[in-house]
């Protein structure tokens, strides 16, 4: 089945064709250089140039998997959450398409096409994918949540932030130490060279069940800017941006390793934009043995935001058609998962 995924749901217009599983075309143009002078996501000039690029996207899309829209069996677009004027653009853009070559349309949940990222291979792959049911840790610049997920549809959420998502503390730390937008990226690429254990930022809520909370790791960071002034050299900042890293990734491993034993479960994923962390990914991998667990992290191709995940996710909703007409299909920027992937033409 040749399923084309539309995904707009923040700064990434981004669309890709799907043949089971395998990733025929992944095209994503990002609006970093747009945004990034203000430090964050501007929504009204997101949903303008999602309008200006959403065409040219899907046409790259289909024309580097080397497709006619006439031979897709089905096109999938992200519903919510997100910003509203930024999914209306995918959402309508969508139905249009469905509507004027008559495909059947599916919208889905951003980030249940996170945690469901893991199944996509490059068309000669082969790795090994992990068995249901497994917890997933969904962790971007808008979600930081623990998901049960027992097979593609079944979820059940066991944990989620209290206020900022680990995403969201990365930029908003890289915004205090002027390293840019946004600030996942170039944390990561510094914290290489730095001592995790220079500063001693505190771990909120470790042994306080599944739900997180970074804001406090965030205030601590200011506290110490304010008290201390700003790294006074390359290796201080290093040193810096390695703790406040280190922090936040000690509480991602431990809160995944404590649901997971408490479910039951083997195989940990880690999915989302965060989940390209590279210290994320080691430390968790050097661990998990040690606690009977296999962590698959997300192919990095697929963590942040792209269309891949969407037209992955919808496969299976498009496999299981229901009677509903999708020119009724609303966009909701905030949306339970396991609420949409219901209405198809
Ligand atoms: O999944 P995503 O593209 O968008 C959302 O759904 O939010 O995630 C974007 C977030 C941003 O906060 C960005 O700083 C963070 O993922 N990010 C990273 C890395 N790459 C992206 N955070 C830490 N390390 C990275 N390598
Ligand atoms: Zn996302």
Redesign the pocket.
């Known amino acids: 089945m040749l399923v084309l995924g539309i995904e707009s749901s923040?700064d990434?217009t981004a669309a890709a064709v799907v043949e089971d599983h395998r990733v025929r075309s992944n095209v994503i143009y990002s609006q970093v250089a747009v945004h990034e002078r203000y430090g964050g996501v501007v929504p009204e000039l997101a949903s303008r140039n999602h309008v200006t690029k959403i065409l040219p996207v899907v046409t790259s899309a289909l024309e580097q998997a080397a497709v006619t829209i006439g031979e897709i069996d089905g096109i999938a677009v992200t519903q919510g959450p997100g910003l509203i004027g930024s999914l209306i653009v995918g959402l309508e853009t969508a139905k249009a398409l469905a509507y004027a070559f008559g495909k059947p349309l599916v919208g889905v949940h951003?980030v249940e096409g996170?945690i469901m990222a893991i199944f996509l291979q490059r068309p000669e792959e082969e790795r090994e994918m992990p068995d249901f049911p497994y917890l997933a840790l969904a962790v971007?610049?808008?979600?930081t949540s623990l998901y049960r997920v027992d097979d593609w549809g079944r979820y059940r959420a066991l944990g989620t932030t209290r206020d900022d998502a680990a995403?969201?503390a990365?930029?908003k730390v890289a915004k205090m130490l002027g390293l840019g937008y946004?600030?996942?990226?170039v944390?990561?690429r510094l914290a290489q060279g730095g001592d995790p254990r220079a500063i001693a930022f505190p771990r909120p809520m470790l042994n306080k069940g599944l739900d997180f909370s970074f804001s406090g790791i965030k205030t601590a960071v200011r506290y110490r800017l304010e008290q201390g002034g700003a790294p006074s050299s390359e290796q201080a900042l290093a040193d810096f941006v390695a703790s406040f890293q280190e922090a936040v990734v000690d509480v991602l491993i431990h809160k995944c390793i404590t649901a997971a034993q408490g479910e039951g479960v083997r195989d940990v994923v880690l999915a989302?934009?965060?989940a390209?962390?590279?210290r994320l990914r080691a430390k968790f991998a050097d661990s998990a043995p040690e606690h009977g667990l296999r962590v698959f992290a997300t192919p990095l191709a697929y963590?942040?935001?792209n269309a891949a995940m969407i037209a992955g996710l919808g496969l299976h909703y498009l496999a299981q058609p229901r009677p509903m007409g999708f020119l009724a299909l609303n966009a909701y920027a905030n949306l339970p998962i396991g609420a949409c992937s219901t209405s198809h033409g």
Request: net charge negative.
């Open positions: 923040c990434e951003h996170h971007s610049g808008g979600h995403g969201e990365y930029d946004p600030g996942g990226v944390i990561d989302g934009g965060v390209a962390n590279s963590c942040t935001d």
